[in-house]
């Protein structure tokens, strides 16, 4: 489990995150949703440990993220834009990968079958399109063990085919008790296997939880969509927001 207990975190005068606390419970697939600046990536950097937040506390399964061991080995991070070697060969990153960590959920075979990566083994990575990068990113992540797997717009450059794979992949390893976070725009296509919800707007937690406790707490229809609620959400932060700056609430 991961909790934020009242995070702050700053970019000189600027607030990235303003006071965030919420839990991501192991075993679930969360989204992360939020507009550009909104305080996604702040928050996935937090959880890499890739810097350190100005207030509050991060824990991981009720440990100080800065004390626990072998948190590398934990989590596995596919980032919103490929990094790969180019000097490398599709096969020959697979191959380093799998020298390099012990065996994941899926096996190389596997994985180049479900993501029809066959004919692209013996490309470099400038060879290859922006869809297949990607999916040469999920497959280099999926071939490591790992307890927690965060990932940045993971569905982008991919087919509709493809991103059906990756959302079974993310099903089939969420039953296996891994925890998965998920940063994404597409509420329309995470909305069919998330457990839950963390939305953030300027930096501020505006709703979380499970899609039927957000609508409880908003008093939505159990018919509308994530997406749907999501923008009245956001709209009427914005609008809290303004009247805020005009004094007309506290």
Do not use: W
Not at 66 to 89: G, L, N, W
Not at 109 to 137: C, T, V
Not at 167 to 175: D, P, T
């Amino acid at each position: 489990m991961i909790k934020f207990e009242n995070v702050k975190k700053y970019y000189s005068s600027v607030k990235a995150l303003d006071d965030i606390s919420f839990i991501i419970p192991n075993g679930e697939i969360v989204g992360l949703v939020g507009a550009n600046g909104a305080g996604k990536t702040t928050t996935i950097k937090l959880m890499m440990k890739h810097i350190s937040s100005d207030a509050g506390r991060i824990l991981v399964d009720g440990q100080d993220i800065t004390k626990v061991r072998d948190y590398k080995r934990q989590i596995a991070y596919v980032p919103d834009e490929p990094v790969c070697y180019d000097f490398m060969s599709v096969e020959e990153h697979f191959k380093f990968i799998q020298s390099m960590y012990s065996n994941g959920q899926y096996s190389m075979d596997e994985l180049i079958k479900r993501f029809d990566m066959e004919p692209h083994m013996q490309k470099l990575p400038l060879a290859l399109s922006k869809g297949n990068k990607q999916k040469l990113m999920m497959c280099n992540v999926l071939l490591r063990d790992f307890d927690y797997l965060i990932a940045d717009e993971p569905f982008t450059g991919l087919d509709p085919k493809q991103i059906h794979t990756l959302k079974q992949i993310f099903m089939e390893l969420r039953n296996a008790g891994k925890t998965i976070v998920l940063s994404t725009h597409l509420l329309d296509t995470i909305e069919l296997f998330c457990d839950r919800y963390i939305m953030l707007e300027k930096g501020k937690l505006i709703a979380y939880g499970t899609k039927k406790e957000i609508f409880d707490i908003f008093g939505y229809d159990a018919n509308m969509s994530i997406e749907e609620a999501y923008i009245k959400i956001t709209g009427c932060s914005r609008e809290k927001v303004r009247s805020n700056e005009d004094g007309d609430i506290n």
